[in-house]
């Protein structure tokens, strides 16, 4: 160490016990440990049951798991997660976007317009939203009737 004497600092043992009571005061007795998580009092988020919701703004969402170049249009399946919807379209230039956002307001009966691509432009899961004054029970009805036929 280059020949510098290093300075000692020195605590009386007077100093010791005023100070872990002045800290046990202050922070209430016990200090919480590190990396423990407060776990009693969590609240597990709300997660719907079904994949239409209506939104905060009022409006119908459907979580749409999309399935672009099938055959034909169709509703495969409804799970609690997403619908099921396959696009006789190819997964290019938005072209599945555009036919799913057609097939859906085909199938609810709605205007093209009232149908609109929410999320998920380049994902195969994928948010719409309806525009048209509709419950998501009512939605989920036309859903479910599409799927039987």
């Given at each position: 160490m280059l020949g510098l004497a290093r300075p000692t600092?020195?605590?009386?043992?007077?100093l010791?016990?005023?100070?872990?009571g002045a800290v046990s005061e202050r922070f209430g007795g016990t200090m919480p440990r590190k990396g423990k998580a407060q776990t009693k009092d969590a609240v597990m988020p709300n997660v719907p049951s079904s994949p239409v919701a209506?939104?905060?703004?009022?409006?119908?969402?459907?979580?749409?798991?999309?399935k672009p170049g099938?055959?034909?249009n169709a509703?495969?399946?409804?799970?609690?997660?997403?619908?099921?919807?396959?696009?006789?379209?190819p997964p290019s230039e938005g072209e599945a976007n555009t036919?799913?956002?057609?097939?859906?307001?085909?199938?609810?009966?709605?205007?093209?317009?009232?149908?609109v691509l929410e999320k998920g432009a380049k994902?195969?899961?994928?948010?719409?939203?309806?525009?048209?004054?509709?419950?998501?029970?009512?939605?989920?009805?036309?859903?479910?009737?599409?799927?039987?036929?």
């Open positions: 600092f020195r605590q009386g043992p007077r010791r016990p005023a100070l872990s209506t939104d905060k703004t009022g409006y119908v969402t459907i979580a749409v798991h999309a099938s055959k034909q509703v495969t399946d409804l799970t609690t997660e997403a619908v099921g919807v396959a696009i006789a379209a036919e799913l956002c057609r097939y859906l307001a085909k199938v609810l009966e709605v205007k093209k317009s009232e149908v994902s195969r899961e994928k948010a719409v939203k309806i525009l048209a004054p509709m419950t998501p029970e009512d939605v989920l009805e036309r859903l479910r009737k599409e799927a039987r036929s």
